[in-house]
T-cell receptor, first 112, second 115 residues
Framework: EADIYQTPRYLVIGTGKKITLECSQT?????MYWYQQDPGMELHLIHY???????EKGDLSSESTVSRIRTEHFPLTLESARPSHTSQYLC???????????FGEGSRLTVL | DQQVKQNSPSLSVQEGRISILNCDYT??????FLWYKKYPAEGPTFLIS?????DKNEDGRFTVFLNKSAKHLSLHIVPSQPGDSAVYFC??????????????FGQGTTLQVKP
């Protein structure tokens, strides 16, 4: 399995603010992912990374950006939050040779 | 264009009975399928998976069946317990595209198990 940590768990913020959602893992896994999920909807892949200095956009267009400067850290940033960014953001790691992803507990973002 | 579909938004069953959750997919390149369980405000938890070379995989109370010709899979929970009440997501991936690890998810089915 994987130890994966997301902070903050909950964030309520005003429009126009810059926010960074943190995602960290302790096991040195190369593959990391960010999914976005709204209630009653599927999880949508918005960003992924296969290692340090590797980042790609996912299937769902997102105004957020990510970075992967260290293997264990994969933060997601919104430069100017809007109410349409209100959602749950889920970070995951993929284990080598195993098909499943392991998710963190998620960050619930509300933009007023 | 949704490649993984869970057409039943919700399901209610009595404790001790069987829960059957269904999932359909459209992409014939998918070769690995997974089920996740999710509680509100938490991340999804992996339950069980199946490779396209199999038609059944069992783990305790959970069994996943795959019908490739129908592009359909189902998750059976027997016996159902109140603690199984959660949202269940079906997911699929295409390992043939370089084992990217990207999963495509369905919309989820909310299961309620009544005591």
């Amino acid at each position: 399995e994987a130890d994966i940590y997301q902070t903050p768990r909950y964030l309520v913020i005003g429009t126009g603010k810059k926010i960074t959602l943190e995602c960290s893992q302790t096991m040195g896994h190369d593959k990391m992912y960010w999914y976005q999920q709204d209630p009653g909807m599927e999880l949508h892949l918005i960003h992924y990374s296969y290692g340090v200095n590797s980042t790609e956009k996912g299937d769902l267009s997102s105004e957020s950006t990510v970075s992967r400067i260290r293997t264990e850290h994969f933060p997601l940033t919104l430069e100017s939050a809007r109410p349409s960014h209100t959602s749950q953001y889920l970070c995951a790691v993929g284990l080598a040779g195993v098909g499943e992803l392991f998710f963190g507990e998620g960050s619930r973002l509300t933009v007023l | 264009d949704q490649q993984v579909k869970q057409n039943s938004p919700s399901l209610s069953v009595q404790e001790g009975r069987i829960s059957i959750l269904n999932c359909d997919y459209t992409n014939s390149m998918f070769d690995y399928f997974l089920w996740y369980k999710k509680y509100p405000a938490e991340g999804p938890t992996f339950l069980i998976s199946i490779s396209s070379i199999k038609d059944k995989n069992e783990d305790g109370r959970f069994t996943v069946f795959l019908n490739k010709s129908a592009k359909h899979l189902s998750l059976h929970i027997v016996p159902s317990q109140p603690g199984d009440s959660a949202v269940y997501f079906c997911a699929a991936s295409d390992h043939g595209s370089g084992n990217t690890g990207k999963l495509i998810f369905g919309q989820g089915t909310t299961l309620q198990v009544k005591p």
